[in-house]
């Protein structure tokens, strides 16, 4: 979550097909909202 900076969601992607960072908005449990999380790790 990028608001309370929680690992909610692991996900994979094809690094070949795309190359910018993964963001995904998703429902935080911490945060009781849905919020955007992005990629940590490129």
């Known amino acids: ?6 690992r909610n969601y692991s996900s994979m992607k094809n690094k070949k ?3 910018d960072k993964l963001q995904l908005k998703k429902y935080c449990r911490h945060c009781r909202r849905h919020t955007l999380h992005k990629e940590i790790k490129a």
């Open 1 to 6: 979550c990028t608001e309370c900076k929680n």
């Open 17 to 19: 097909n795309t190359t």
